[in-house]
């Protein structure tokens, strides 16, 4: 097979272990660069000159023009196997990662069932997913109330961190936890390597009923208000000044809660903060009635704060963009009715995340580095995977994705998964084309195509010592 225009010669196929790549742009830390990257046993064992390997030809990839970078890192996936394989598996999910560039996915704990709130249920997960990923998978555990003699032993089985949330999480089995269960987990927690997770919205107690038209976005919007996420941010802030625990906040979408996260950092806070697609390619005014595939929490909101986050990222005061991929089955969002107070809210988007960043952030001041630092290298220092993934550096995981900053394309349909033609995102036009995607060293997708059998790694993370080994887990 051979890469389009851009390309130079490309006769590996799919599911070659590949022993070089070459491109005149390639995105080194700081700098794109022409460059010949040496892949050994599935790292990165050199980076020459382009033009210098004497490797075998065989298995060289040659893409001329187009960019090669390290593969895309997406901390917040909601797949929702075993129980809810309905919603999303694991091989429709990691196929969708594998078609936008994505090369490792970190694993919600909730909607699958069981949640991922004991080491018991997540021995149930990676059997669930063993065998089935196109991409590499690592997994978050999660705190409800009561759960916090788990999460040592959760840590010790190889999860990331952890996630709660600060309000209803929409699923029974899932529970949010109140101050004191915070207190409890985040006493666990110090000492460790890892990092809590915040869905950060807190129930306002005094806020009257909204009514009206529940087929109007406006309503649904007024029910979660930005003041919400901003006392649930400086809860959060407080806390993670107290415990010294690292703490992050998923899926930001108010810019007034930024004021505290900078003051937070400046304090000595031990705090990052990420934002989604949505919110940076959204905005509420242009949300049709009826259009429940645009609902999601906390919500989409006006454009001025879509303009404002935007800022944010250009300051520095955002550190990564994810894509919360939170997909359902077509009743759940209750398209008949149209009711947004009554719609599952999640947005899919997985395979979707390069292209709709670089869509809206060329034409912003940001460079292809600004794209890998957003999306590759600093969410795998919030996972613990610095040193292995999210830059091109000799020793790491030969992670890459080669695509075209250049070009533009109607995204018509979304591949591998049913579930994702519930999008907000089909018809857009779109600048950024994904044309293959590496893992380890092995060619996983080209054009369309996926490697026939998944190769994709269950990754378990150390954040925390191993027990001695005739300790017990409890």
Known sequence: MSMATKAGSMNVT?????????????????????????????????????????????QLLDVGELVVMAGIID???????????????????????????????????????????????????????????????????????????????????????????LINSGVPEFPHVRLMDLHSAMSELQGTRSVLLFHAELEDTKSVPVTGDPTQYEMFLTSRPDHMEVAAVEMVADLCLQYKVRCHIVHLSSALSLPIIRKAKKAGAPITVETTHHYLTLSAENIPPGATYYKCCPPVRG??????????????????????????????KHLQDGDFQKAWGGISSLQFGLSLFWTSARIRG?????????????????????????????????????????SEFQKLK?????????????????????????????LVYHKGKHVLQPTGELILIRTVDSPEPDAPYY
């Open 75 to 165: 901390p917040h996936v909601h797949v929702n196997e075993p129980g809810r394989t309905a919603w999303e598996g694991y091989r429709t999910a990691t196929q969708s990662a594998a078609a936008g560039g994505i090369t490792t996915i970190v694993d919600m704990p909730l909607n699958s069932l069981p949640p991922t709130t004991t080491v018991s249920n997540f021995h149930t997960k990676l059997q669930a997913a063993r065998g089935q990923c196109y991409v590499d998978v690592a997994f978050w555990g999660g705190v409800i109330p009561h759960n916090q003699v788990e999460l040592i032993p959760m840590l010790q089985a190889g999860v990331a961190g952890f996630k709660c949330f």
């Open 303 to 332: 454009h001025s704060n879509k303009e404002a986050l935007w800022n944010a990222i250009l300051q520095g005061n955002i550190d990564m963009v994810v894509s919360d991929h939170s997909p359902c089955t077509p009743d759940l």
């Open 14 to 58: 799919l599911g070659s272990r590949l022993s070089t790549i070459r491109s005149r742009r390639v995105v080194i830390e700081k700098t794109i660069t022409s460059a010949d990257i040496i892949i050994t046993d599935g790292k990165i064992s050199n980076i020459l000159p382009w033009g210098k390997s004497r490797g075998s030809q065989e």
């Open 366 to 406: 940001f460079s292809l580095p600004d794209v890998s630092r957003l999306m590759s290298s600093n969410p795998a220092k919030l996972c613990s995977l610095e040193g292995r993934k999210g830059v091109i550096k000799i020793g790491c995981d030969a992670d890459l994705v080669i695509w075209d900053p250049d």
């Open 414 to 442: 979304a591949a591998s998964s049913c579930v994702l033609q519930l999008t907000p995102y089909l018809g857009f036009l779109l600048w950024g084309e994904v044309v293959a995607t590496v893992i380890q060293g092995t």
